[in-house]
Nanobody
Framework: QAQLVESGGGLVQAGGSLRLSCAAS????????MGWFRQAPGKEREFVAG????????FYADSVKGRFTISRDNAKNTVYLQMNSLKPEDTAVYYC????????????????????WGQGTQVTVSS
């Protein structure tokens, strides 16, 4: 069983940057595919970025491609989301998620494929 705890959210002006962290418990974190999702008020939770457990594969939503970078440090059981050039439309609660059944190279984008979720961290971008 995995527990995920996000941190790093906050209030930032448009054009600014934030780095989110997601600390995971569990002895086999290095074998979890990880993802970041976000949910704005009144909207569905949407995929933002994913990374394979090998770390060799990443995938991004079109809306964040070129601005956000997902990475992981398996020695620290942590996955990161570096967010640059933030826009007001990036305002949302950001969640990390773990897929404990994915193969080494798989990058998971489907919300339903994830097994564990964090509690979320608020990101607010002011214009």
């Amino acid at each position: 069983q995995a527990q995920l705890v996000e941190s790093g959210g906050g209030l930032v002006q448009a054009g600014g940057s934030l780095r989110l962290s997601c600390a995971a418990s569990g002895r086999t974190f290095s074998r979890y595919a990880m993802g970041w999702f976000r949910q704005a008020p009144g909207k569905e939770r949407e995929f933002v970025a994913g990374i394979s457990w090998s770390g060799g594969g990443t995938f991004y939503a079109d809306s964040v491609k070129g601005r956000f970078t997902i990475s992981r440090d398996n020695a620290k059981n942590t996955v990161y989301l570096q967010m640059n050039s933030l826009k007001p439309e990036d305002t949302a609660v950001y969640y990390c998620a773990a897929d404990v059944h994915a193969s080494a190279l798989a990058v998971v984008a489907l919300k339903s494929d994830y097994d564990y979720w964090g509690q979320g961290t608020q990101v607010t971008v002011s214009s």
